[in-house]
T-cell receptor, first 113, second 114 residues
Framework: SQELEQSPQSLIVQEGKNLTINCTSS?????LYWYKQKYGEGLIFLMM?????EEKSHEKITAKLDEKKQQSSLHITASQPSHAGIYLC?????????????FGTGTRLTVIP | DGGITQSPKYLFRKEGQNVTLSCEQN?????MYWYRQDPGQGLRLIYY???????QKGDIAEGYSVSREKKESFPLTVTSAQKNPTAFYLC?????????????FGPGTRLTVT
């Protein structure tokens, strides 16, 4: 079965520092989605990547999907306390007739002011 | 404002009791989903429904039941057969055939069973 592994599991950074979160799949990804979750709340969609080598940015967050479509990274530049939360990657399950995502284990980010 | 509501935010139950978690959406979405979130395990799919009166099991359906009698509502019952029911439960919805970035999540219900 497909698995999504995220690293690190938790991350503590000083405000203003850059950071990277990784999401690795055991199989080829057909669609990779990044979400942010504040503790005890729902998920907020950040970005979607579908093509090998694709890169997308929104404000200070950049997500990339490698050429082999098995690894994605999320990079935050000049982190702020508002970036704190749990970051989750999700993959298109590609089951026939199924419309659901398979999620990674999450990375908890703490930003110290 | 359109969105998904889950109630209550916190729920406490005694072991052996069934409990039903509410999920309502006014986004006119056809598909709805229930996920369970445990520390260090990310989200796992319990059940999903792509249309009224139809639903499919996800990865961890054992000990849970759902119904989809109305488009707006997808309640989840945690039965006494669920061995580890304490968790954070998230409901989501999306348009029919929509891409996953169109999946909207509710605020979640934290269930504690003692």
């Amino acid at each position: 079965s497909q698995e999504l592994e995220q690293s690190p599991q938790s991350l503590i950074v000083q405000e203003g520092k850059n950071l990277t979160i990784n999401c690795t799949s055991s199989k080829t990804l057909y669609g990779l989605y990044w979400y942010k979750q504040k503790y005890g709340e729902g998920l907020i969609f950040l970005m979607m990547l579908q093509k090998g080598g694709e890169e997308k940015s929104h404000e200070k967050i950049t997500a990339k999907l490698d050429e082999k479509k098995q690894q994605s990274s999320l990079h935050i530049t000049a982190s702020q306390p508002s970036h704190a939360g749990i970051y989750l990657c999700g993959a298109d399950r590609r089951q026939t007739g199924a419309n659901n995502l398979f999620f990674g284990t999450g990375t908890r980010l703490t930003v110290i002011p | 404002d359109g969105g998904i509501t889950q109630s209550p935010k916190y729920l406490f139950r005694k072991e052996g009791q069934n409990v039903t978690l509410s999920c309502e959406q006014n986004l006119n979405h056809d598909a709805m989903y229930w996920y369970r979130q445990d520390p260090g395990q990310g989200l796992r799919l319990i059940y999903y429904s792509q249309i009224v009166n139809d639903f499919q099991k996800g990865d961890i359906a054992e000990g849970y039941s759902v119904s989809r009698e109305k488009k707006e509502s997808f309640p989840l019952t945690v039965t006494s057969a669920q061995k580890n029911p304490t968790a954070f439960y998230l409901c989501a919805s999306s348009p029919a055939g929509g891409a996953f970035h169109e999946q909207y999540f509710g605020p979640g219900t934290r269930l504690t069973v003692t």
